[in-house]
C-alpha cells in the first residue's frame, strides 16, 4: 500500500503490483544512494518522490502569475477520509429511487398523448407558410417532409435507449460531449420552446378573431394567452397524462371528421375548385417547379415540431414503449398533412388561403357548413392553448435542470410555497416568449419560419449527440445501433433544410442568430463568471484601480470565491494516474470550482487500491487552485450508496460524476441521476 513519512508527508512511496509492503523505503538518503532504475526495472520498484511541505493551510508556487496578488487563486490542501453511509442518508436514497420507479408508469398511448398534441397540433399553423412557398404543389411537400423522420427514429430510439434520462437532448449532450456543446443544445431548446407557445399562442388568437369579435387585434390575444397560461402554470396546473390523452382523442376525431366531410364535399364539387387553383398557381412567375417544391420542403418540417419532446419524458415511460410512442405519432402525421392539404386545394380558392392563417376552418365550413368550423375552431383552441402550456412546462424543467448543472443561478430553485411552482422561471419564460413575438413585429409568418429553422437546430443535437456517443461512450448498454452513416445522412439533410429555409427568406437567419447568440452568451457568462471576474480584476489591477480601491479588490476576491465554493464529486474506480488524471482535467474545463471529492467504494475483497491515496496526494499537488480530497466509502457501489453518499456530502447527484458503464454493468444508469464524463 501507499506509504508516507510519519513526521511531515516529506515522500509518496508508489508501490508496483504485488511488491512486499516490507520494500517500501521511507528514507530521503536511500532514494539518493542509488541510481535511478531502468524502464524495464522500474515495474518492480518502488517510485520515491518527493511530497511539498504542507507547512500553510492554502497551495503556493513559484509559478509568475498575472497577478500582484494571487493568494486568492490557490486552494486549500486535500485530506484523506473515511466516510460510513449513515442509515438516514441509505433510507432517503431508497425513497427517491422508489418514486422515480413509480412514476415509471406511462404507457405507448399515455406517452404518445404528451407530445401527441403538439405534433398533431402543428397542422394548424404550418400549412400557410408550406403554400405561400410551394402553392399546389404543398401536398408533395408535406409527404416527402413527414417521410424524412424515418432517419430521425431510429437515432432517437438508440439515445433513448442508451440514457434513458429526462432533459434531453441537452442531457444527451452533457453526457457524451462538453458541457459547452451541451449549453448550445440547451439555448437552441428554450428558442424552441419559447417558439412553440409564441406560435401556439398566436395562431389560437388569430382563429378566435376569425370567428368571434373582440376588442383588440391578433397580437394582444395572443399576449393575453401567454400571460394567462402563465397565471395558471404559477397556480400550479401541470400536465395530466389522462387530460392530454382526452385532448388527443378529441383532436383526433375533429381531424377524421374534417377528413371524411372534406372527402364526400369534393365527390359532389368535382374537380373546378381544384382545376382553378393549379391554373391561378400555374400563372404566376414563382419559378421552377422542383425549387418550389423544395421551398415548400424545407418550410413543412413545421409538421414535425413537437417530436423533439419526446425523449423528455422517456425517463417516464414503460421500457419498450419509446419506439411505439415514436410510431403512433409519425404514422398519423404521415397520412393526416399531406391528404387535409390535398383537401384544402380542392375545396377552398387558393386567394383565400393565402390570404389569412384560419385555412382549416375554412376548410371545415366548405366541407361542412358553420357547425364543423365552429367544432374546429374550438378544437384548434384547446390544442394551440396546450402548446402554450406545453412550453412554459417544458422551460421550467430545463431550467431546473441547468440550476442543477450550476449553469443558471440557484434562484430559479424558488417556488411559491401554497404551488410549488417555480415562479422566476414562469415569469423570465413568460417575458421571453413575448419579447420573442413582439421583435417579429407580431407576424405570425415570420415566427412560424423562424420556428422551422429553430426546430432543424434542435433535431441537428440528436445525430451530432448519437455520432458523440459512438466515438466517446461506445460501452453505454443500448437495444439498437444505428448504422453511423444513418446519423450522417441525418445531418446532411438538417443542413441542406436549413440553408433552403435561409435562402428563402434571408431575415431569418438575422432572428435566428441574434436571439441564439443572446441566449447562449448568458448561459455562457454564468457558466464561466469565475474566469470574466478574474479578467475583470486583472484589467483594474493593471489600472492601478485596485491599488487605490482595496474594497473593490476584496469584494472581487470574494465573488471569486463564492463562486467556486461548491464541490463536486468524481466516482473513481482504479488508482492509475493517467485515469484519475483525465477526471479531474475533465472537471477543470468544464466545471467552475474550486473543490473536487475524489469518492472510491471500497470493495470488502479488494480493499484500497494500493496508489490510490498517493496519487490523489500528487494530483492535489499537480492542481494548485483545486482542493482534491479523497474519501473512501467502504459500501457496495450501487445507485442507493451513491445517492446515499450524494445527500451526505449535500452534493447534487447531477454534479457526481462517473465513467462510462460497461455491456456488464448490473444496475440500470437512470437509478444513478450521475454525469458521465470518459470512456
Not at 446519423?487 to 446532411?492: A, E, K, N, P, V
Request: with cysteine; glycine share 6%; charged share 15%.
Amino acid at each position: 500500500m501507499a506509504a508516507r513519512s510519519r513526521k511531515l508527508d516529506t515522500y509518496v512511496a508508489v508501490e508496483p503490483p504485488n511488491h512486499p509492503a516490507s520494500a517500501v523505503i521511507l528514507s530521503p538518503s536511500a532514494s539518493a544512494s542509488v541510481d535511478p532504475p531502468s524502464f524495464r526495472d522500474s515495474q518492480y520498484d518502488i517510485v520515491l518522490r518527493r511530497q511539498r511541505l504542507r507547512t500553510k493551510t492554502t497551495k503556493s508556487t513559484s509559478i509568475p502569475s498575472r497577478f500582484f496578488n494571487n493568494e486568492f487563486l490557490f486552494a486549500g490542501w486535500g485530506t484523506v477520509t473515511n466516510l460510513l453511509v449513515s442509515e438516514d442518508a441509505l433510507s432517503h436514497s431508497r425513497s427517491a429511487i422508489n418514486d422515480h420507479h413509480s412514476r415509471q408508469n406511462l404507457g405507448q398511448w399515455t406517452g404518445s398523448a404528451f407530445a401527441g398534441n403538439a405534433v398533431l397540433g402543428s397542422i394548424f399553423y404550418s400549412l400557410p407558410p408550406v403554400v405561400a412557398a410551394a402553392g399546389v404543389y404543398s401536398p408533395i411537400s408535406l409527404f416527402l417532409a413527414t417521410l424524412t423522420f424515418f432517419f430521425w427514429r431510429p437515432i432517437m430510439v438508440e439515445l433513448a435507449s442508451a440514457l434513458p434520462i429526462q432533459g434531453a437532448p441537452y442531457s444527451y449532450l452533457i453526457n457524451v460531449s462538453s458541457k459547452s456543446l451541451a449549453l448550445a443544445g440547451a439555448a437552441l431548446l428554450l428558442l424552441d420552446f419559447a417558439s412553440t407557445a409564441a406560435v401556439s399562442a398566436a395562431t389560437a388568437s388569430s382563429y378566435l378573431n376569425g370567428e368571434v369579435r373582440v376588442p383588440f387585434p391578433v397580437w394582444v390575444g395572443t399576449l393575453i394567452i401567454v400571460v394567462l397560461f402563465a397565471l395558471a402554470a404559477l397556480c400550479g396546473v401541470k400536465e395530466s397524462a389522462k387530460i392530454a390523452l382526452a385532448q388527443l382523442t378529441f383532436h383526433a376525431v375533429t381531424m377524421i371528421v374534417l377528413i371524411g366531410f372534406a372527402a364526400n364535399q369534393w365527390r359532389v364539387n368535382g374537380n373546378f375548385v381544384l382545376k382553378s387553383n393549379w391554373h391561378h398557381w400555374r400563372s404566376q412567375p414563382f419559378g421552377p417547379v422542383a425549387r418550389q417544391i423544395f421551398n415548400g420542403y424545407c418550410l413543412s418540417f413545421l409538421t414535425l415540431t413537437g417530436f423533439e419532446t419526446t425523449p423528455s419524458y422517456v425517463a417516464r415511460l414503460r421500457p419498450g414503449s419509446y419506439p411505439r410512442v415514436l410510431r403512433n405519432l409519425h404514422w398519423p402525421v404521415i397520412g393526416m398533412d399531406a391528404i387535409i392539404m390535398l383537401f384544402v386545394l380542392a375545396l377552398v380558392p387558393l386567394s383565400d388561403v393565402l390570404s389569412g392563417s384560419n385555412v382549416l376552418s375554412r376548410l371545415a365550413e366548405q366541407a361542412a357548413g358553420k357547425w364543423l368550423r365552429f367544432w374546429l375552431v374550438a378544437d384548434a383552441v384547446c390544442v394551440l392553448c396546450g402548446g402554450v402550456l406545453t412550453g412554459i412546462i417544458s422551460a421550467c424543467e430545463l431550467f431546473e435542470q441547468l440550476a442543477h448543472d450550476r449553469v443558471v443561478p440557484s434562484f430559479f430553485f424558488r417556488s411559491l410555497p401554497l404551488t410549488g411552482s417555480p415562479y422566476l422561471s414562469i415569469g423570465f419564460f413568460s417575458g421571453f416568449t413575448m419579447l420573442l413575438y413582439a421583435t417579429s413585429r407580431a407576424d405570425l409568418n415570420v415566427v412560424s419560419k423562424m420556428f422551422a429553422v429553430v426546430w432543424l437546430s434542435v433535431m441537428s443535437l440528436f445525430p451530432v449527440a448519437l455520432i458523440a456517443l459512438n466515438y466517446n461512450r461506445d460501452r453505454l448498454e443500448r437495444e439498437l445501433h444505428t448504422p453511423l452513416f444513418v446519423s450522417f445522412i441525418t445531418l446532411g439533410i438538417v443542413v441542406a433544410v436549413f440553408v433552403g429555409n435561409i435562402a428563402y427568406d434571408p431575415s431569418l437567419l438575422e432572428y435566428f442568430a441574434i436571439y441564439f447568440i443572446v441566449v447562449w452568451l448568458i448561459f455562457a457568462f454564468i457558466q464561466n463568471k469565475t474566469n470574466i471576474i478574474q479578467s475583470f480584476y486583472w484589467i483594474l489591477d493593471q489600472s492601478g484601480v485596485l491599488s487605490k480601491s482595496k474594497t473593490l479588490g476584496l469584494w472581487l476576491v470574494r465573488m471569486i470565491n463564492q463562486s467556486k465554493k461548491q464541490p463536486v464529486a468524481v466516482l473513481a474506480k482504479t488508482d492509475e494516474i493517467n485515469y484519475l488524471m483525465r477526471l479531474i482535467l475533465y472537471v477543470e474545463r468544464n466545471e467552475d470550482t474550486a473543490c473536487i471529492k475524489l469518492v472510491h467504494f471500497v470493495d470488502a475483497e479488494k480493499g484500497v487500491p494500493s496508489e490510490l491515496e498517493a496519487n490523489s496526494k500528487i494530483l492535489d499537488e499537480a492542481f494548485p487552485e483545486i482542493t482534491i480530497d479523497l474519501i473512501l466509502v467502504p459500501a457496495p457501489f450501487d445507485p442507493v450508496n451513491v445517492r446515499a453518499i450524494s445527500n451526505m456530502l449535500d452534493i447534487p447527484v447531477s454534479l457526481i460524476f462517473m465513467t462510462c458503464p460497461g455491456k456488464d454493468f448490473p444496475h440500470k444508469i437512470r437509478d444513478f441521476g450521475t454525469r458521465i464524463i470518459s470512456m
